[in-house]
């Protein structure tokens, strides 16, 4: 069974930059999506990025053009950069992957953006 690891939430200013990683624990054949989203406390789950089996990439409108998705085969990775922070992008980040059969989750990882 794949479980997905996230490292990279932290603790930065406004104006900062934060990269977020997501590491899948075994080769996950057949993927269709490798997605970012995130969750503030009494907010819905939103997605904030995803990336297709070709590489086609799409954003929340909120973040276009300060966060950047990129996945990298060899190493079974999934990645945010994000850039530009604001106040409110402050939340758990979730990494999430689909393939044909299932859903997996990543444990999530906070990000708090404050002065």
């Known amino acids: 069974q794949v479980q997905l690891v996230e490292s990279g939430g932290g603790l930065v200013q406004p104006g900062g930059s934060l990269r977020l990683s997501c590491a899948a624990s075994k080769m996950i054949p057949e993927i269709i999506t490798m997605d970012w989203y995130r969750q503030a406390p009494g907010k819905q789950r939103e997605l904030v990025a995803s990336?297709?089996?070709?590489?086609?990439?799409n954003y929340a409108a909120s973040v276009k053009g300060r966060f950047t998705i990129s996945r990298d085969n060899a190493k079974n990775t999934v990645n945010l950069q994000m850039n530009s922070l604001k106040p409110e992008d402050t939340a758990v980040y979730l990494c999430h992957v689909l393939d044909r059969r299932y859903n997996y989750w990543g444990q999530g990882t906070q990000v708090t953006v404050s002065s």
């Open positions: 990336i297709s089996r070709f590489g086609s990439t």
